[in-house]
């Protein structure tokens, strides 16, 4: 059996020096971390997750019943296909490039893939009972959409009964500008939530879903194929104090502070002639001014390993995706692709 293919795959001992992880590397609050390691592990969680539920649906302004808690964003991602097709929907849209899940999900279920590039390509190809996914800041270039993005797909989505998914993982680590989504059609969009990266918690896995008013019968597919206690006591703990005032300060601190690494790291990268893209979050894509040997970097015993995310599996060969890291790291990761350029 093939497993789906995952360019950066967490195999094998760690590195000292990860930019391939878009996870924060600034750690979790102390409350929500004491939170998750204090989680209540003899017994089962309530089954239906009624104060999770509600805890927070009264944060997101979302009813109790229209919040389903997951297992991370893959399973929901999966869980929202299944729910789909059982609602009708034959052909799912993905950005491309985005994350491979999206996908993954759509053909293991018959469905058709339908990949865009652009917002004005996906208008143009949309079509009744489709599901669409947005990611928000985008995975893996770290885009985000314009004000007059989300206006034209809002039009196309009156127009066609398709039903509009953004993934909004990225986003409580987006270091510049605010996101355009307008707040009418937030209402009407199933939104997932997967806070364990801005945390740098990626081992706890919990995510959830918002359901939008209009969704009732999407919405009870997505019950209905719930795995039973989805979502572990750790998981439940983290997402209980996600919306805390603790965990915001947190995040606002770690915003602050790798915004301040960013420009450093990108400033390096510039002296070394790397070719970068925008961005607006913790991540982006750069290619190398020549080819590197990624394995070899990670291989590199004199530093700990270093390790960049391969964007190959996202159809861009030659280039990585790489996250905002700390001084240390970035100091580490010169020295080796000085010492792999001498190697050339």
């Not at 999206?102 to 143009?124: F, G, P």
């Not at 209402?187 to 945390?199: D, E, G, S, V």
């Not at 918690?201 to 918002?210: E, F, H």
Request: proline content about 7%.
């Amino acid at each position: 059996m093939r497993l789906n293919e995952h360019g950066g795959s967490d195999a094998g001992p760690a590195v000292a020096h990860d930019f391939s992880s878009n996870a924060s590397p600034l750690g979790p609050p102390p409350q929500l971390l004491a939170a998750v390691l204090g989680a209540e592990r003899e017994r089962y969680p309530d089954p239906a997750y009624t104060a999770l539920r509600a805890q927070l649906g009264a944060a997101t302004g979302v009813g109790p019943a229209r919040v389903l808690p997951c297992s991370g964003g893959a399973e929901a991602i999966r869980r929202l296909s299944l729910a789909a097709l059982l609602a009708g929907s034959r052909c799912v849209w993905v950005p491309q490039p985005g994350f491979g899940d999206y996908a993954a999900a759509t053909l293991a279920l018959n469905m058709n893939v339908r990949s865009y590039r652009s917002i004005t390509e996906l208008c143009q190809g949309l079509s009744d009972a489709d599901l669409v996914w947005v990611c928000e800041p985008c995975n893996p270039s770290g885009s985000t959409l314009s004000n007059e993005d989300w206006q034209a797909l809002s039009l196309a989505l009156q127009a066609t009964k398709a039903s509009l998914a953004i993934d909004q993982a990225y986003e409580p680590l987006r270091l510049h500008g605010h996101s355009q989504l307008p707040a009418d059609l937030a209402a009407q969009a199933w939104r997932l939530h997967c806070p364990n990266k801005a945390l740098g918690l990626t081992g706890v896995r919990a995510a959830y879903l918002l359901a939008p008013a209009q969704a009732d019968r999407l919405l009870a597919h997505a019950q209905a194929v719930a795995p039973s206690w989805v979502l572990s006591s750790e998981g439940c703990a983290l997402l209980m104090h996600w919306h805390s005032e603790d965990t915001r300060r947190h995040l606002s601190e770690v915003r602050g502070v790798l915004r301040g690494w960013q420009a450093a790291q990108q400033q390096m990268l510039a002296e070394l002639d790397w070719q970068q893209t925008p961005s607006c979050s913790n991540f982006w894509l750069a290619r190398p001014s020549q080819a590197l040997c990624l394995q070899r970097l990670r291989n590199n015993h004199n530093n700990g390993g270093i390790k960049l995310r391969d964007a190959q599996s996202f159809g861009l060969p030659d280039w990585v995706r790489l996250s905002v890291q700390p001084p240390e790291s970035q100091a580490a990761l010169r020295a080796a692709l000085q010492e792999e350029l001498k190697t050339q």
